[in-house]
């Protein structure tokens, strides 16, 4: 084998459906973590794969410069679900590349570079979304990054409120922490991001790239708090699989017409996956069935009275902090319970499991917690 950079596990998965992975060996597996929060509505779900069929049979691919319905209905729908005020969409390929977007948008509207973001925070592993991501083990060795990025304390407004200037371009937040080790921010201090990067001039910019699309428990985390920022920025969740990014933006960053591009932006293949992704999500309203399976999930963890610290989250967006050694809980949860879940750091279990799941799913996750715990 030639890959590398992953540490690939020894489980071969040949299928998916719904919240369950089936082994070349048929053994079936529990995805508590929808494969980084991709598989949203489930793994192949049959509207998505009709949609992806259909699509590459009329069309694979025609470059971003020609309508195509697919794209054009996607834009519509990214405007019409994201929060009010965001109507200019820009599609690309990853998170990670939604963020660089979401940084060079801002820095061209407001002809300023200095970046805020958040300790313990996560943009992505591309040189300049990197430079606004926290954990220095995924930076140092690739230094120098995009220059002009501070940091400040998550959650507190204050400090939030001194650095931003009439320098600062984007304040860069994640409503919850999801790599960080699943912290929210409260309402009062999204609130406070939104007032201080107003006065400045500067953007505010929601990074929903994993609490969007419903994992929340509300379409975007910003809704539930009520705080509409200049750009949102998603993927992970957003089209089942398929590669995309998207970055949303008020008419003001959008006006100054950015130069930008990429050969790959909008497939019409990718798109057709959103859409179906996203009708699915909200025909049947995806995000208040979320609310209540975290709900239910976090009661059922809390109530099964583990050795654990603390359990904490939003929606199927939840963090089980350990005494210590999430990995090696994570993979007896895999070899020994034919359960997948994912770390966020070395002392936090996160589970982001897909928005379809039932009690009986939590149930079993669970029940295979207690195995490896005892
Ligand atoms: C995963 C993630 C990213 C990066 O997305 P990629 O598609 O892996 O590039 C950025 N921000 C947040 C909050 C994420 O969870």
Partial sequence: MSGFVFSEKPIGIERGEGATLYADDGTEYLDFGASYAVASVGHSHPRVVDAVTEQAEDLLYVQASYPVEARTTLYEKLATVSPPGLDNVWLCNSG?????????????????????????????RTLGALAMTWKDKYKKPFEPLAGGVEFVSYGD???LADAVDEETAAVFLEPIQGEGGIHSADTAYLQRAREVTEDAGA???????QTGVGRTGSLWACEGAGVEPDILTAAKGIASGLPLGATVCADWIADA?????????????VCAAANATLDIIVEEDLPTHAAE?????MESIESADLPVRDVRGQGLMVGIEVKRGANRL??????????????????????????????NHADRFVDALEGVME
């Fill in 330 to 359: 994570l993979r007896d949860l895999a070899l020994d319970e034919q359960v997948l879940a994912l770390p966020a750091g070395r002392t936090v279990l996160r589970l982001l499991p897909p928005l379809i799941i039932e009690e």
């Fill in 96 to 124: 990670t590349e939604a963020n660089e977007a979401a940084m060079k948008f801002a820095r061209n509207a407001t002809g300023r570079s200095k970046i805020v973001a958040t300790r313990r925070g996560f943009h992505g």
């Fill in 257 to 269: 017409d950015p130069e930008h591009g990429s050969t790959f932006s909008g497939s019409p293949v």
């Fill in 203 to 209: 953007a505010l910019v929601f990074d929903e790239i």
């Fill in 293 to 297: 399976m975290g709900e239910y999930l």
């Fill in 157 to 159: 407004g204050e400090e």
